[in-house]
């Protein structure tokens, strides 16, 4: 995105400001095809079809079955069409990204814009925008093998957030608004919906685009593909709700820890106790040791007083004292996994599971990080790690004090079904603490040799300058073929957000730590964001080279952090990176001091710091930066606790912490929740008993409301239980919203 909307100063000019669009021929083309076909070799007689994608979509195990020269991935963007030679140096580095296209053309009596017109046989797996209020009504048209008619028709937001037959959250948002441009609406928009497409795919709007990305597989020549069908809502209905179901899962509270005790789990020659904590002294390491051929499906870490305690015994998780505490503590963890003799993982603990130097809770379908009402820090990861011989998980503490970990495995016996050569799980760090601000440069994420698959990527920056959050292109090329070059239009848009990042974002594919400020405007400090590849991995069978365009909008003095995290698959001794890890285990969290804390009603506890610990099947929910998209409010902090129930009956369960009261203790609860037009009516409960009556949040406009008593109730394990029930979920758009702001837990008189 253009860098002269990124300052406050410029912001409200930036709006104004409109690329003057230009056309470029097709980008690929048969030839192309015919080209693709001999890179990849053998053609392939498995047939792909929307029903196999979806279920590709949501399988862990699809990247360890894949195959070398099975698809070849491409992208095509709004990027300025000059920015393709890296010799010219002014043009490399452009950055007007906005409103280009393919072609403008004449169809059936009306102008289209064709954004790509790609051959088959193919997959479109990936569709972003940044979703601006020109684009409200802006029709998208998807024409299929030649027909002169769309095989989809549908108004391009309603179509990208899930409203219409894209099902949410396979199609969501993916950031709040921005008071500037889209006041309480979106920000960006993602669809993960498979197109396949047997001969050709052509996508068109019917105005300037604006920024946009649409992501694609290449299969080689004479793959059996079956084009996505005109009724494709209704023939592939279910298997469309099973992705949806599958995808919407890891928004829910990661499951409890196994019950499997990580036998042989080994500290040096000392072995603590199974299922126990071990304390780690600096500069030493826990192991744990597998035996294959097995299947690692769920790593879990569990991290014990994760803080500082205050003098009554209570947890200090808020003061930027304690924030800095943790930082250190979770830095000095260093992940550490071989698998039959390759060291595959060296990664610190947070960047691992997708926190960097931020805090939780954060999540997306493969990783989750939650802080439980004792104090433990709950990280787990859903990659599939298989191994046929031996497998060893390790935390190194390289940090100056000790902490206390426990590690747990969930695994299984690979089975004849699986390949008898699987892919490993790889993830390679690469940190600069000093990345000058001084000049643009191409930044080097990572560099693999050999063959495999790039599955993700967690990109944490340290940044010194408010009005700027590290903006830049991916650049990415793939076994140095220029029809396999990826290059993108922002760094937040690589991730799947829009206009910077939200305060916080958790979903299946885009993950948002906790940022420092939830202002939008404003980026100094910490943030932490990751974007899973799914069906949009990269496969590369020589090479790959990620780099991460930097551009400053003026020289600063001031240095800023950035560190990157790439998740990657290939066969045992097939692939290797080649860019090793410059990094510090400490001091990271010294470059660029943290502003001073938000400003939170005193007394209360914010419900987005409470721990979520049930819901219904199906039930998404998000912390929103309310505060920032109505700031004339008085929120807590500024953000809330956002609830998408989609059904009457559905429900989400909170642990409020207590501190400083006694269990046994009589406290009066009270909750203080958002109103708005598309809230419903809910029901609360706290421990286990109806409270409150029906309470409708449903409002003219978007508001704070008065605090709800929901009586006097005794405080047991240090915390009181809230749950919600939706009692009225019918609405124009099929479900009803709540928001939630504080609870006050004050002693009973």
Known sequence: MPRHVRGVACALLGVLLLATAASTPAVTTAAAAVRAAE????????????GSLLADLV?????????????????????????????????????????????????????????????????????????????????????????????????????????SNFAFPIAMATAPGDPLRMPGRAAGALSLMPIPFAKRFIATLDRAPGYWQITGRRYPAGTNVESMPRDFAVRDRAAIERAAAAMLAPTAAPPAISSQPASGARIGDTAPPDG???????????????????????????????????????????????????VRLLRGLWLECAFDGEQCVRVPVGHFFGLGDCMPPVADRMRSARVLSDGSLVLVSRFAMPCLERASIAIRNTGPSAAKVRIEC?????????????????????????????????????????????????????????????????????????????????????????????????????????????????????????????????????????????????????????????????????????????????????????????????????????????????????????????????????????????????????????????????VRVLARCAGAPDYGSVRFSVQGRAAGGVVSLRRDRVMALEPIDLGVHRVSSGKIVVEITAEDAAGITGRRLAGVDCFKIERAR
């Open 39 to 50: 890179v990849l070799g053998a053609e392939s007689d498995a047939k792909v079809t929307l």
């Open 59 to 163: 399988d862990p195990m699809r990247p360890v079955r894949g195959r070398d020269g099975e698809f070849t991935a491409w992208l095509e963007t709004s990027r300025n069409p000059a920015a393709s030679d890296p010799a010219n140096r002014a043009a490399w580095f452009a950055n007007d990204d906005r409103d280009h296209f393919a072609r403008l053309e004449e169809r059936n009596g009306r102008r289209e814009w064709v954004l790509c017109d790609v051959e088959g046989p193919g997959a479109v797996v990936r569709i972003w925008t940044a979703m601006e209020e020109a684009h409200a009504a802006t029709k998208l048209r998807i024409y299929l093998d030649g027909e002169t008619e769309p095989r989809i028709e549908a108004n391009f937001h309603d179509l990208l957030v899930g409203r």
């Open 276 to 326: 126990s904590f071990a304390s780690l002294s600096p500069a030493t390491v826990l192991s744990l040791e597998r035996l294959g051929p097995e299947l690692i499906e769920q790593l879990t870490i569990v991290v014990e007083d994760f803080g500082p305690a205050r003098d009554d015994g209570s947890r200090d998780q808020t003061s930027e004292d304690a924030i800095e505490a943790r």
């Open 410 to 666: 969930v695994s299984r016996a690979l089975v004849p079904s699986d390949p008898s050569e699987p892919r490993i799980f790889h993830a390679t760090f690469r940190e600069d603490l000093a990345v000058p601000c001084q000049e643009t440069i191409d930044w080097p994420v990572v560099r693999l040799e050999g063959s495999g698959e790039v599955v993700g990527t967690t990109l944490a920056i340290t940044n010194p300058h408010a009005f700027w959050h590290g903006e830049g292109d991916e650049k990415i090329q793939v076994d140095s073929d220029p029809l396999q070059r990826q290059l993108g239009t922002g760094t937040e848009d690589l991730i799947g957000c829009a206009w910077g990042y939200p305060r916080a974002l958790s979903s299946d594919a885009v993950s948002v730590a906790p940022r420092t400020s939830d202002d939008r405007k404003t980026f100094e400090g910490r943030t932490t964001a990751s974007r899973l590849r799914y069906l949009d991995g990269i496969p590369f069978t020589r090479s790959l080279a990620f780099d991460l365009e930097w551009v400053p909008p003026a020289r600063f003095d001031r240095p800023a952090g950035l560190a990157a995290t790439t998740f990657w698959y290939a066969r045992a001794g097939k692939a290797k990176a080649i860019v090793e890890t410059v990094a510090s285990a400490t001091g990271a969290t010294d470059a660029n001091p943290l502003p001073g804390s938000l400003r939170r009603r005193e007394g209360w506890v914010e419900a987005e710091d409470a721990a979520v610990v049930g819901l219904a099947e199906g039930l998404a929910f998000e912390v929103q930066a309310i505060g920032l998209i109505f700031p004339d409010e008085d929120w807590s902090g500024g953000r809330s606790l956002f609830v998408l129930f989609r059904r009457p009956g559905d429900w989400i369960r909170l642990e409020v912490p207590c501190p400083g009261i006694a269990d046994g203790s009589e």
